[in-house]
């Protein structure tokens, strides 16, 4: 159906049946039924308005005009227009094509234009960021690597990449790969290679786009026979693992300076290169371990560690100094474990450092005054010792639980429950404990909590002398034997065992016994042992008669000279 309008004519209102389908008139044209170019107007009128999207009231009204005009050329009334009867079939097809054009041109504007995004094209180059055989001399067939700024053809590559002999310009005969998504190249060589000098020629290498590398890339190197059987050279310079004092941290006027490094270093190289600003020292090296000992105490403030061109033992230097701050700190008042001083009533007793055999070199015998740290690197000085000297292992020399031990030979004049104490510095909770075995055969003298060794632990929940808050102390201090669940004194696991007013005893027969203690954690130190029958005696509350001693092979004392109670 068609709805009537209103255009402007030659100054007139006009009312038309403006909105008829010129298409389907078009179709009847062409000799198709009313019927059948109805319904093909139906079609393309459908498919128009949704071809014309925006520009929809534009192509209406342009819709409008070609569908009265055709109404009109195809009107009964056209057939008597003198004009129009004149017309030629070539006029028809002329009017058809121009329709069909405004057609085609009002489908193809129907849609709003999309951007077309710009597309910038790569126009460089690759270039070559590193080389694997830049910097010595590589082992002979060793892949020569090429890492590239971009993606390389592979094809690029097999053809441009060239390795030859410096010397008589042979050419090493390899295969070509892509690695990395095509940022690396691989020259593998497939023939062996002999030692002497090479040149590696790179040109005309393509990326992906196709641009291509003009200049010419060439870097000799040499490569060397390596023999297999024999370790490899050392070519790594030392470093510093560890330092106390660390960086900004502080220390005692009179306290001793550790440098650990990751392996053996020269000694000369070291006592010239560690050194402390402003303050005269000693430097004493032990395999990875060097200790800056200064002469006199150094002034409160700040100072620096300076350790500088230092060598392994094969020569090899350090890459670069390291400089680290500390602060001196003015010493801090000693604090004495309370004592009575009094004399105990007899027990059998001896010097940590009087020992009848020994296995290793861990446990040594030390004397005052001493300057060490503990396992946090912090600094301390052991200023006395019964005897004047002490056993242990300080932090920064042997490592742990290596098996050294020493053995003790002592003798009881009396059978039954003995109460043994040693004479102690433990500083933390990785300062603070040996291995021992009591009657033990030196062949099971081991590092081990097993049925025959057992764990002495000193500061440790089962072994607080000065009560529950196991306050650690750089000071002398008497522990009581302790163990744990697995060995053959059964006290308990740590925390459960030693009961100070009700300790477990060991049980000995009156004569010879042996005590080993083996080493477990360095900066735990022993000074004195000391035995008693008495159950109720505290060593630090009543300080023990360290004159009743009885050391099998040590002393010559006789039963008699024991000052022995009963």
């Not at 390291?322 to 004592?339: G, N």
């Not at 000065?466 to 008497?478: D, E, H, I, R």
Request: aromatic fraction near 8%; hydrophobic fraction near 40%; charged fraction near 20%.
């Amino acid at each position: 159906m068609c709805r009537d309008t209103t255009r402007m004519r030659r100054g007139r209102l006009t009312s038309l049946c403006s909105t008829c389908h010129w298409d389907r008139y078009l179709c009847m044209w062409s000799g198709g039924t009313v019927k059948q170019c109805t319904e093909v107007s139906a079609s393309i009128i459908s498919s128009r308005n949704k071809q014309l999207g925006s520009y929809g009231v534009l192509g209406e009204m342009l819709m409008n005009i070609l569908g009265e005009w055709c109404s009109n050329l195809v009107s009964p009334n056209f057939l008597y227009e003198p004009m129009l009867i004149r017309e030629s079939n070539a006029m028809k097809q002329l009017i058809i094509f121009l329709l069909i054009g405004i057609w085609l041109c009002l489908l193809g504007c129907g849609e709003e234009e999309t951007p077309v995004p710009t597309i910038v094209k790569d126009i460089t180059p690759p270039t070559i960021i590193a080389v694997n055989v830049q910097g010595g001399p590589i082992p002979v067939n060793t892949p020569i690597v090429l890492v590239f700024s971009e993606r390389v053809n592979l094809t690029s590559a097999q053809r441009g990449i060239l390795v030859r002999s410096s010397i008589d310009a042979e050419t090493i005969k390899g295969v070509i790969t892509l690695d990395k998504g095509g940022l690396e190249v691989k020259f593998t060589p497939v023939e062996k290679m002999t030692s002497g000098a090479y040149v590696l020629t790179v040109l005309g290498i393509e990326d992906s786009e196709g641009n291509v590398l003009m200049t010419p890339f060439s870097i000799f190197f040499s490569a060397v026979e390596v023999d297999t059987t024999k370790p490899p050279a050392d070519v790594m310079p030392p470093g510093v693992v560890s330092s106390t004092p660390s960086e900004g941290q502080s220390v005692k006027s009179t306290g001793s300076l550790v440098v650990r490094f990751d392996e053996e270093v020269d000694v000369t190289s070291a006592q010239a290169g560690i050194v402390v600003s402003g303050v005269e020292g000693t430097v004493e090296v032990s395999g990875v371990v060097a200790i800056f000992k200064p002469q006199k105490p150094m002034a409160v403030g700040k100072h620096t560690l300076a350790i500088v061109g230092i060598r392994d033992l094969a020569g090899n230097v350090m890459a670069s100094s390291l400089l680290i701050p500390f602060e001196v700190i003015a010493p801090l008042p000693e604090i004495t474990p309370p004592s009575t001083g009094r004399p105990s009533k007899g027990g059998v007793s001896w010097e940590a450092e009087n020992f009848a055999a020994r296995k290793g070199n861990s446990i040594q015998v030390l004397k005052p005054p001493l300057d060490t740290a503990d396992s946090d690197g912090k600094a301390y000085r052991i200023t006395e010792a019964s005897g004047g000297a002490f056993i242990g292992n300080p932090n920064g020399g042997a490592a742990d639980s290596d098996g050294s031990w020493v053995k003790y030979e002592f003798n009881v004049p009396k059978g039954g429950d003995w109460y043994f104490w040693g004479r102690a510095i433990a500083t933390t909770g990785s300062d603070d404990s040996f291995f021992w075995m009591i009657d033990g055969a030196d062949a099971d003298a081991r590092a081990e909590d097993n049925d025959k060794t057992n764990i002495w632990d000193f500061n440790e929940q089962n072994n607080c002398p000065l009560g529950p808050a196991c306050a650690f102390s750089t000071n002398w201090l008497w522990f009581r034997l302790s163990a744990r669940v697995a060995g053959p004194f059964p006290v308990g696991p740590a925390g459960s065992g030693i009961d100070y007013a009700n300790p477990i005893p060991l049980t000995l027969t009156a004569g010879k016994h042996t005590l080993h203690v083996i080493n477990r954690e360095s900066g735990t130190f022993l000074d004195w042992f000391f035995a008693t029958m008495d159950k109720t005696f505290d060593a630090n509350k009543t300080a023990p008669d360290l004159r009743t001693v009885e050391m099998q092979g040590k002393l010559a004392a006789t039963w008699g000279q024991l000052k022995w109670a009963r």
